[in-house]
């Protein structure tokens, strides 16, 4: 005969605010992040369902969007759970940023938005919409690389190249921070890049150099996209 006693009771059933419903009202993971798990107390469940109500609701098929890469306007539609990364090689033609791991550890696929660089692998399309967009596709001008472009090709600071674009992203908004780093700022302020290969010697040179050629415009490095780059 089966044990009684580990049967649940209706009174346990129907006690609290269900999973499915607290889920279904906070809607966001920023409503989960405060309600609880932060040691915050559980929204009632009338509320949680009035704040989710009042977010404005795209989806689940493709929605009108508009964004701004490397300065020029682009309009698209796409479903809300499109990642920048995607829209960028799917749908405008951008392959510069690598789609390698897919879940913000590589950083293969940094971009920089609203002068800050991001995994674009897990930022939402929908979410860049009013920002400024830049990706490495932005620096060189015509023939003339933009200094770090050329320090990565002097200094062998690429093999097999899947990493490289998100590096030298990443160094950018780096050096436009920092314009004067030494060796062991540029190792840390690179941290979130990987590079399978282990060319990191070569990438610390050609950061300091690209920071230096940024100064006093040695070795005849052309300058490329300037302050916009």
């Known amino acids: 005969m ?3 006693k580990n049967k649940p009771t209706s009174d346990k059933r129907k006690r ?24 915050g107390p559980l929204l ?13 609701v795209a989806g689940p098929t493709p929605a009108p969007i508009e964004l701004t890469v490397n300065g020029q306007r682009k309009n698209l539609r796409l479903e809300p759970r499109v990642t920048l990364l995607e ?17 913000a550890t590589c950083g293969a696929c940094t971009v920089i938005l609203d002068g800050q660089p991001v995994y674009s ?12 967009i830049q990706t490495v596709e932005s620096l060189a001008q015509g ?8 320090a990565f090709v002097e ?12 590096f030298v992203v990443a160094a950018k908004a780096f050096l436009d921070k920092y314009p004067n780093p030494t060796r062991e700022q540029a190792r840390l302020g ?33 300058q490329g996209g300037g302050s916009n780059a």
Request: glycine share 14%.
């Open 190 to 222: 690179l941290g979130g890049n990987l590079c399978r290969c282990g060319t990191y010697a070569g990438i610390w040179k050609a950061v300091l150099e690209a920071a230096t050629g940024r100064r006093d415009s040695q070795r005849g490095i052309g």
């Open 44 to 56: 009632p469940e009338a509320s949680a369902v009035a704040q989710a109500a009042e977010v404005e």
């Open 155 to 166: 200094n062998d600071a690429q093999q097999c190249g899947f990493c490289t674009p998100g």
């Open 121 to 132: 692998c897990s930022v939402l399309a929908i979410e860049s919409q009013g920002k400024n």
């Open 2 to 4: 089966r044990d009684q």
């Open 16 to 39: 609290g605010i269900s999973r499915r419903k607290f889920l279904k009202g906070v809607g966001l993971g920023s409503g989960v992040l405060s309600s609880g798990i932060l040691g």
């Open 87 to 103: 829209a960028l090689r799917d749908w405008l033609d951008m392959t510069g940023a690598k789609k390698v791991c897919d879940r």
């Open 143 to 150: 023939d003339s690389l933009h200094p770090l472009q050329a």
